[in-house]
Nanobody, 115 residues
Framework: QVQLVESGGALVQPGGSLRLSCAASGIIFTFTTMNWYRQAPGKQRELVATFTGSGITNYADTVKGRFAISSDNAKRTVYLQMNSLKPEDTAVYYC?????????WGQGTQVTVSS
């Protein structure tokens, strides 16, 4: 049974930082591509960052240079370090992976950037 559990969302002021975590179970974590998506109210869910099974990272243009995705195989956890946060980063952030032909999502964690 695949489970993804996110944590770390919070209310933060513009310019602040947060680190989101996604703990995974039920997959061979080391070789699995992990993604962070986000969905703002009234908008489509968008891909924010990817960490491939071979350690390659990719980012949306809107977060490049501010966000960093990383992975800890021992903890089976993928992280999203978010710096220089902007109000437009406000969204529910979701962890995602594709395993054995199916897509799996976490429950989401709310990030609100506001003064």
């Amino acid at each position: 049974q695949v489970q993804l559990v996110e944590s770390g969302g919070a209310l933060v002021q513009p310019g602040g930082s947060l680190r989101l975590s996604c703990a995974a179970s039920g997959i061979i974590f080391t070789f699995t591509t992990m993604n962070w998506y986000r969905q703002a109210p009234g908008k489509q869910r968008e891909l924010v960052a990817t960490f491939t099974g071979s350690g390659i990272t990719n980012y949306a243009d809107t977060v490049k240079g501010r966000f960093a995705i990383s992975s800890d195989n021992a903890k089976r956890t993928v992280y999203l370090q978010m710096n220089s946060l902007k109000p437009e980063d406000t969204a529910v952030y979701y962890c995602n992976t594709n395993w054995a032909g199916a897509a799996y999502w976490g429950q989401g964690t709310q990030v609100t950037v506001s003064s």
